[in-house]
């Protein structure tokens, strides 16, 4: 009789709890097309920074820069947050990954896509920019790294995009531990932007400026010179921006006299500070004046320890890596620059397998970086 009696107080409980009013569900307003509001016993999260906007009940809607998702979040009658994610609508196809907290780096199955809502579509087409959440480019394109204090070095070959055999090589037989430097007057970038995040690399941005010896020392087209002014030197760095995704930041290609004239250099870096991302200064402009601008508009910034192929030379190559190792030791981490010669592909690779052996951890370039928002 006791058994029976408990089997009907379980069936009782269970049916009033199907229909009794539960706190932690919200009703559906016809008058907003379905929207969710909050009942009378739930109370709505004011407002944060960086929510994207709240509904006339007060329930907050958030916009996840890294998700992509709408977040909603409402605070219950016994002090509790209940938090709902549900995708946000898209323009066009693909997948999207949904997650509550922003994470430093991308899900490698989605490195080769990139997150919508760090874009911005301008004249100069499609340009990276900070989410409406504050997630920076520099964060979601970063390669994870292990965190643990040690020996670090961040090795950096740059002029990817040039040649399409010499692009080839460096992506196929440099470890995914290498930060990869696209030439903004490269070919058919985005394809092996696609190519080489699918390998695992971080990327940056090579942006062509202005040299002391200019015009006998040519950067290129759409170079970033100091006669031209503010207007025309942005446009011309939008317009490489616009030629590929998924860049954690940008680095000079030569520069000596753009990055040591202030005026010339500030609406660069304020830009930059504004759209999250790095920039690594090469090391060979010993006037340069990118740190200290750098500091002043919140960008994170690095400077290359060592030219790793000024002799381009096997054994000269492989001289300079033993001396990174060096600096890196002393002085807790190091970066190293190069360009995607035959030469300097094959002596780093070589180099690394056995540099791995002796506990250095290698990082991408963004591990590295003064990062004010980390200081």
């Given at each position: 009789?006791?058994?029976?009696?408990?089997?009907?107080?379980?069936?009782?409980?269970?049916?009033?709890?199907?229909?009794?009013?539960?706190?932690?569900?919200?009703?559906?307003?016809?008058a907003?097309?379905?929207?969710?509001i909050?009942?009378?016993?739930?109370?709505?999260?004011?407002a944060?920074?960086?929510d994207?906007?709240?509904?006339?009940?007060?329930?907050?809607?958030?916009?996840?820069?890294?998700?992509?998702?709408?977040?909603?979040?409402?605070?219950?009658?016994?002090?509790?947050t209940?938090?709902?994610?549900?995708?946000?609508?898209?323009?066009?196809?693909?997948?999207?990954?949904?997650?509550?907290?922003?994470?430093?780096?991308?899900?490698?199955?989605?490195?080769?896509?990139?997150?919508?809502?760090?874009?911005?579509?301008?004249?100069?087409?499609?340009?990276?920019?900070?989410?409406?959440?504050?997630?920076?480019?520099?964060?979601?394109?970063?390669?994870?790294?292990?965190?643990?204090?040690?020996?670090?070095?961040?090795?950096?070959?740059?002029?990817?995009?040039?040649?399409?055999?010499?692009?080839?090589?460096?992506?196929?037989?440099?470890?995914?531990?290498?930060?990869?430097?696209?030439?903004?007057?490269?070919?058919?970038?985005?394809?092996?932007?696609?190519?080489?995040?699918?390998?695992?690399?971080?990327?940056?941005?090579?942006?062509?400026?202005?040299?002391?010896?200019?015009?006998?020392?040519?950067?290129?087209?759409?170079?970033?010179?100091?006669?031209?002014?503010?207007?025309?030197?942005?446009?011309?760095?939008?317009?490489?921006?616009?030629?590929?995704?998924?860049?954690?930041?940008?680095?000079?290609?030569?520069?000596?006299?753009?990055?040591?004239?202030?005026?010339?250099?500030?609406?660069?870096?304020?830009?930059?500070?504004?759209?999250?991302?790095?920039?690594?200064?090469?090391g060979?402009?010993?006037?340069?004046?990118?740190?200290?601008?750098?500091?002043?508009?919140?960008?994170?910034?690095?400077?290359?320890?060592?030219?790793?192929?000024?002799?381009?030379?096997?054994?000269?190559?492989?001289?300079k890596?033993?001396?990174?190792?060096?600096?890196?030791?002393?002085?807790?981490?190091?970066?190293?620059?190069?360009?995607?010669?035959?030469?300097?592909?094959?002596?780093?690779?070589?180099?690394?397998?056995?540099?791995?052996?002796?506990?250095?951890?290698?990082?991408?370039?963004?591990?590295?970086?003064?990062?004010?928002?980390?200081?």
């Amino acid at each position: 009789m006791f058994f029976a009696a408990c089997a009907f107080a379980v069936i009782a409980l269970s049916g009033w709890s199907a229909f009794a009013p539960d706190p932690l569900i919200r009703t559906l307003d016809p008058a907003e097309g379905g929207a969710p509001i909050a009942t009378s016993q739930e109370t709505a999260l004011p407002a944060r920074a960086g929510d994207a906007r709240a509904d006339r009940a007060g329930t907050m809607r958030r916009a996840g820069g890294l998700s992509g998702a709408h977040i909603e979040e409402v605070l219950t009658s016994d002090g509790t947050t209940v938090t709902k994610y549900s995708p946000r609508s898209r323009d066009g196809g693909g997948p999207a990954l949904i997650s509550g907290v922003p994470t430093r780096g991308q899900d490698p199955r989605m490195a080769a896509i990139p997150n919508e809502d760090l874009l911005e579509d301008t004249p100069e087409g499609r340009l990276p920019i900070a989410g409406p959440d504050g997630l920076r480019p520099m964060d979601q394109y970063a390669r994870a790294w292990s965190g643990a204090r040690g020996t670090r070095i961040g090795l950096v070959v740059g002029g990817l995009g040039l040649s399409q055999t010499g692009t080839q090589r460096a992506i196929r037989e440099l470890p995914p531990e290498v930060t990869l430097a696209f030439a903004a007057a490269g070919n058919s970038l985005q394809r092996w932007m696609q190519e080489a995040r699918r390998d695992g690399h971080e990327i940056l941005l090579q942006i062509p400026m202005e040299p002391f010896d200019y015009p006998d020392s040519d950067p290129g087209p759409h170079a970033l010179i100091v006669s031209r002014g503010a207007e025309k030197n942005l446009a011309e760095l939008h317009r490489s921006m616009g030629q590929i995704t998924n860049y954690t930041g940008i680095m000079n290609y030569l520069g000596g006299r753009f990055l040591s004239d202030a005026d010339a250099l500030e609406p660069v870096m304020r830009d930059l500070g504004r759209r999250g991302l790095l920039f690594l200064d090469d090391g060979t402009a010993a006037q340069s004046l990118s740190g200290t601008l750098a500091g002043a508009f919140d960008v994170p910034h690095g400077f290359a320890d060592a030219v790793l192929d000024a002799e381009l030379r096997h054994d000269a190559i492989l001289r300079k890596l033993d001396q990174l190792e060096r600096i890196a030791r002393r002085n807790g981490a190091a970066i190293g620059v190069a360009s995607a010669f035959d030469e300097s592909v094959a002596a780093i690779a070589k180099w690394m397998e056995e540099a791995g052996g002796r506990g250095i951890e290698f990082v991408g370039v963004s591990a590295l970086v003064n990062d004010p928002q980390q200081n």
